[in-house]
């Protein structure tokens, strides 16, 4: 990847937020769904990702102008899968090897993840919509 061709995430890059203009919409640390008060962490995240549901996952894709689809679904409980057999989240190589490989008929690529999840920040935001951590190897 040429330098000019990598993802800054201090400033917005193409039609993709900012990491600056995503946290903003994180000010208030909380969401409300079906009469309960979800936590997030500073970025977005699920404190608890037992609570998720697809109403949740929606609200946290609205913070990426990003409407999910049945095909957006297939895609988060997979990486819910990933989180449950290997007990952490996936960073963007194991997230893509795991969806190639559960979701073949997809044809994921890291292109069609930025895509589909408005995002150049593919691993740490398909890993907030569905509910789960950071990955630790995410700045």
């Known amino acids: 990847m ?21 946290n903003k919409n994180f000010a208030t640390k909380s969401l409300e769904s079906q009469d309960l ?5 500073e970025e977005g ?6 609570l ?4 949740v996952a929606q609200q946290l894709a609205d913070t990426l102008a990003v409407t999910l689809t049945d095909d957006h679904y297939l895609i988060l409980q997979q990486v819910r899968a990933f989180h449950t057999e290997f007990n952490h989240p996936p960073s963007t ?8 490989k559960t979701l073949p008929e997809m044809q994921i690529s890291n ?3 930025q895509q589909m999840f408005n995002t150049g920040l593919v ?14 190897n995410c700045l």
Do not use: C
């Not at 998720?52 to 109403?55: A, D, G, K, L, V």
């Not at 190589?93 to 190639?100: A, E, F, G, N, V």
């Not at 691993?123 to 630790?136: C, D, M, Q, T």
């Open 37 to 41: 008060a979800l936590e997030l962490d």
């Open 123 to 136: 691993a740490r935001h398909v890993n907030r919509i569905a509910g789960l951590p950071k990955p630790p």
């Open 111 to 113: 292109q069609l993840l």
């Open 2 to 22: 040429s330098p000019s061709s990598t993802f800054d995430s201090s400033t917005s890059n193409g039609n993709y937020p900012s990491n600056a203009e995503l």
């Open 45 to 50: 995240h699920l404190l608890d990702h037992n």
């Open 52 to 55: 998720w549901t697809p109403e």
């Open 93 to 100: 190589r194991p997230l893509i090897k795991y969806l190639m």
